[in-house]
T-cell receptor
């Protein structure tokens, strides 16, 4: 069964450094998402992306965050200047159509980001 | 409570028993989905129920939705040790005819099934 793959599985970064988290969505999916899960807390929506544009973003997704689809297969999340509170598990997801049109989202196994 | 609250927070049962988890939410929805998360892994989609559906089955899973009470339940029948995981409900909000992709997750129920 097709999968969403995320790399790296664990990223350790010094505070203030830039980090790029990478995702390869399912190949025929057109809608992409990033979520994060701080340890012991809920999974939180960050951003949705379609047709090379951000469709929706949460309050968490401030100017320090950006997303990009640099080629036909990758989808990246960049944090420009990391803070301690950015430490979390980051999940990428994709779907064939918008979830509001009753399509499930398929998640990767996540990247655990640790900020020192 | 916030959108997508599950109860109980933790559930411990013996293999073969049924497990029931409940979820409540606050806003109007297009659909409600249930996901499973094994420790240290990603979220696996289990089942999606549309806002105009009341019950749905998939294998050993049964989901109900009561939009008047803004609540849903997930029943896992004849549980197995391999069902041990965290279970989350997630809602796709109704945005007045415009469909978006944001899912709002609950806190989750930790299910432990003892062999």
């Amino acid at each position: 069964e097709p999968e969403v793959t995320q790399t790296p599985s664990h990223q350790v970064t010094q505070m203030g450094q830039e980090v790029i988290l990478r995702c390869v969505p399912i190949s025929n999916h057109l809608y992409f998402y990033w979520y994060r899960q701080i340890l012991g807390q809920k999974v939180e929506f960050l951003v949705s992306f379609y047709n090379n544009e951000i469709s929706e973003k949460s309050e968490i997704f401030d100017d320090q965050f950006s997303v990009e689809r640099p080629d036909g297969s990758n989808f990246t999340l960049k944090i420009r200047s990391t803070k301690l509170e950015d430490s979390a598990m980051y999940f990428c997801a994709s779907s064939a159509r918008w979830t509001g049109l009753n399509q499930p989202q398929h998640f990767g196994d996540g990247t655990r980001l640790s900020i020192l | 409570s916030q959108q997508g609250e599950e109860d109980p927070q933790a559930l411990s049962i013996q293999e073969g028993e049924n497990a029931t988890m409940n979820c409540s939410y606050k806003t109007s929805i297009n659909n409600l989905q249930w996901y499973r998360q094994n420790s240290g892994r990603g979220l696996v989609h289990l089942i999606l129920i549309r806002s105009n559906e009341r019950e749905k089955h998939s294998g050993r899973l049964r989901v109900t939705l009561d939009t008047s009470k803004k609540s849903s339940s997930l029943l896992i029948t004849a549980s197995r040790a391999a069902d041990t995981a965290s279970y989350f409900c997630a809602t796709a909000p109704y945005a007045g005819g415009t469909s978006y992709g944001k899912l709002t997750f609950g806190q989750g129920t930790i299910l432990t099934v003892h062999p």
